[in-house]
């Protein structure tokens, strides 16, 4: 069994017994780790406003979050962990403190990381990764990121409707390159991924096959951007997942189950309209129907600010 494997079977321990004993928050126990996005204005609120970082500290804590996804690059011309690194190391001590482990993430709809995959951006998508290893080089072991996470989605460029296939293998090209980049460093690496990867094929370096079973190759793990609110039925995230989490289980990856709590359409992409005690009913029947498989890594919430504001 991998290192991966054998972190995510402990936590996963750790988080069970975490649960038996927890206020009763949840509607039903948690079901699996839990992760969260923290992207741009909330992780800079966090840096600045100590206040609110007790807050959402407070919030963590109360729905057993055990990894964050924290963005780590540049927001409205500040790049803070270049520029000004000791308040990332004070935020990141504080929450592995407290048991969480804090993967950096990378992209961003201000930056249009998107094009990050284009061969005139790859200057760029360097950077981007080693301003994060720089940080971690600098810093002390408990206040390094313990991964990082790409959420790069080339799908969002307005070329993939003519060029897919080729969008597709630069997209592997980028993620091997990161991957290549990021070797030594300690860091898991994974990337959000859209659920319907697994519905067509790519030829990429001489291999034909399902573009999701290219990028779990690639990466130690994925985060599937599994946009249901519903566990059950042929729409659902049990349905959704099952394709890569049996292929994760076969080759030695892990798969993050992931959610949305934020305004979006169509409804059935969101819990925004069912609330907080629908979505750990959902989150707990996906848990049981993966219950058992090794490469069932447990939950991500899409993002923070919606899932603080989701009406119980």
């Known amino acids: 069994m991998s290192s991966i494997l054998l972190r995510n079977c402990a936590r996963a321990a750790a988080v069970a017994i975490v649960v038996a004993i927890a206020p009763a928050i949840y509607a039903v126990p948690a079901p699996a780790p839990i992760s969260v996005w923290v992207w741009e204005k909330e992780t800079f609120r966090m840096l600045d406003d100590a206040a609110y970082k007790a807050q959402v500290k407070s919030f963590l804590h109360e729905r057993h979050v055990s990894r964050v996804f924290l963005y780590a690059d540049e927001y409205k011309g500040r790049s803070v962990i270049r520029e000004n690194p000791e308040l990332y190391r004070a935020l990141v001590r504080e929450l592995r403190a407290d048991g969480i482990d ?22 760029a998508a360097r950077a981007m990764l080693r301003r994060v290893l720089n940080y971690n080089d600098t810093s002390k072991k408990g206040e390094r990121f313990t991964g990082v996470h ?85 729409d659902g995230l049990i349905r959704h997942a099952r394709n890569e989490i049996e292929w994760a289980a076969a080759n030695g990856k892990l798969v993050t189950v992931g959610v949305e709590t934020g305004d979006s359409e169509p409804s059935k992409v969101t819990f925004l309209q069912e609330g907080n005690a629908s979505l750990v009913r959902e989150l707990a029947k996906t848990a049981t129907a993966f219950s058992g498989n090794r490469a069932f890594a447990g939950f991500a919430i899409h993002h923070l600010e919606t899932w603080m504001k989701l009406r119980e």
């Open 102 to 123: 804090v993967h950096a993430l990378l992209g961003s709809y201000f930056l249009s990381t998107q094009t990050y995959v284009l061969p005139e951006k790859k200057q």
């Open 150 to 234: 790409f959420d790069i989605e080339p799908h969002m460029l307005e070329a993939w409707s003519t060029d897919r296939l080729g969008l597709s293998a630069l997209f592997l090209d980028r993620l091997d390159e990161w991957m290549t980049i990021a070797h030594g460093s300690g860091l898991e690496v994974s990337a959000a991924i859209p659920f319907w990867l697994d519905g067509y094929e790519v030829e990429w370096r001489g291999k034909l096959r399902p573009m999701n079973e290219h990028v779990q190759s690639v990466l130690d793990t994925v985060v599937l951007m599994d946009y249901r609110d519903k566990a059950e039925g042929r």
